[in-house]
């Protein structure tokens, strides 16, 4: 029998959601959008939506997509999404959860399999995975939602009869 283990799924850009999944793939919670107060992450906003998550389960992870700046950024675009993410990695950090920095060529690898890697696809492979969530999936700037959920997935094969501590 399975646990009451919650995943959460952390797609850490502007247009990044948040989405806590259950080890039965049923959604917990959703945060449509990342928290953002003008060009920083709302540490605030993630802290309550991690607290609230580790209250409604027996064991939290985190699974939170590994990022890193692209040459096209601007010095300015690259800065902010950088803070972001470390700051994501901050406030997981304060809860001492499990935490799996997961590189998206390897998330998609697993969880896109047979299908493209584009946003579409991740939303496709999103409504498929999740059926509460399609209401949500409707649009192309809904993929953080659905990227959250699947990388959220991606956790719960990739801790699979591992000792569920801190994987980086």
């Not at 920083?40 to 997509?65: M, Y």
């Not at 998609?108 to 493209?116: E, I, T």
Request: charged letters at 25%.
């Amino acid at each position: 029998m399975l646990g009451n283990n919650h995943y959460v799924g952390i797609d850490p850009g502007k247009s990044g959601a948040i989405v806590t999944i259950s080890e039965t793939l049923d959604v917990v919670e959703v945060l449509p959008k990342m928290p953002w107060i003008n060009d920083r992450l709302d540490s605030n906003a993630l802290f309550e939506f991690l607290a609230k998550a580790k209250e409604g389960c027996d064991k939290l992870f985190v699974v939170c997509e590994k990022v890193h700046s692209m040459p096209r950024d601007s010095s300015r675009a690259a800065f902010t999404f950088g803070g972001s993410y470390f700051g994501c990695l901050c406030v997981i950090d304060l809860f001492d959860i499990p935490l799996l920095l997961v590189a998206p060529q390897t998330w998609k690898k697993v969880m896109l399999r047979d299908r493209g890697k584009e946003k579409a696809d991740s939303i496709n492979a999103g409504r498929d995975l999740f059926p509460a969530l399609r209401p949500q999936l409707t649009t192309k700037s809904s993929h953080g939602v659905a990227e959250a959920a699947l990388i959220a997935a991606y956790g719960i094969k990739s801790w699979k009869g591992k000792d569920n501590g801190r994987h980086e």
